[in-house]
């Protein structure tokens, strides 16, 4: 099994900035994309940002100057720099990555609990 564990989130005032990361736990054989969800109260969950296992990233329109992705594989951790934060960022934001159990198998996609951030003065 594989444990995706967040931290991070938090309150903070427009424009603001956080920091969550995600770690990954566990026995598996590698770890391929790693990246972040958003769902706002009422809303479908959303893809904010995701990184691949060679570095390449994608964004969301609504965050691309905003928000970063990195990830260290040496410590199987994600994390997404939040700049420029406003009220509509507000959302639980899940960390989610695809994972190879074993060798030859497929992938498997991991969720986190999700963190809570809230962007309000």
């Known amino acids: 099994q594989v444990q995706l564990v967040e931290s991070g989130g938090g309150l903070v005032q427009p424009g603001g900035s956080l920091r969550l990361s995600c770690a990954a736990s566990?026995?598996?054989?590698?770890?391929?994309?790693m990246g972040w969800h958003r769902q706002a109260p009422g809303k479908e969950r959303e893809l904010v940002a995701l990184?691949?296992?060679?570095?390449?990233?994608n964004f969301a329109d609504s965050v691309k100057d905003r928000f970063t992705i990195s990830r260290d594989n040496a410590k199987n951790t994600v994390y997404l720099e939040m700049n420029s934060l406003k009220p509509e960022d507000t959302a639980v934001y899940y960390c989610n990555t695809d994972v190879r159990l074993r060798a030859g198998e497929l992938m498997t996609t991991y969720w986190g609990r999700g963190t809570q951030v809230t962007v309000s003065s």
């Open positions: 566990g026995r598996f054989f590698s770890i391929n994309n």
């Open positions: 990184i691949s296992s060679g570095g390449s990233k």
